[in-house]
Nanobody
Framework: QVQLVESGGGLVQTGGSLSLSCAAS????????LGWFRQAPGKEREFVAA????????SYKNSVKGRFTISRDNAKNTLSLQMNSLKSEDTAVYYC????????????????WGQGTQVTVSS
């Protein structure tokens, strides 16, 4: 399995921006579908965005469309999430994850997870 480590979380004001990164180890990184998920206190983990193996297909949670952008660099084994126009409801621990399925947006379809990074949006 691939090992994943997130970075880039922090505290930001409403309307601000943050960029999350996920560094992966493993020689088969380019074969994985990659996703970002988040979990707020007292809530279930939810899908945020996903990108397929060659970065040709992406999908987003409706509430982040137009504000968040997922991308990957297979040469550098990295996954990114650019978050703009942040809202208080975006506050959560963000996780990157990897799946060997052809396409996946359910947490149950992901087998490798990072440790998470906290994003806090203050009003």
């Amino acid at each position: 399995q691939v090992q994943l480590v997130e970075s880039g979380g922090g505290l930001v004001q409403t309307g601000g921006s943050l960029s999350l990164s996920c560094a992966a180890s493993g020689r088969t990184f380019e074969r994985y579908v990659l996703g970002w998920f988040r979990q707020a206190p007292g809530k279930e983990r939810e899908f945020v965005a996903a990108i397929n193996s060659n970065a040709g297909v992406t999908s987003y949670k409706n509430s982040v469309k137009g504000r968040f952008t997922i991308s990957r660099d297979n040469a550098k084994n990295t996954l990114s999430l650019q978050m703009n126009s942040l809202k208080s409801e975006d506050t959560a621990v963000y996780y990157c994850a990897a799946s060997f399925k052809i396409w996946a947006t359910s947490p149950n379809d992901y087998t490798s997870w990072g440790q998470g990074t906290q994003v806090t949006v203050s009003s």
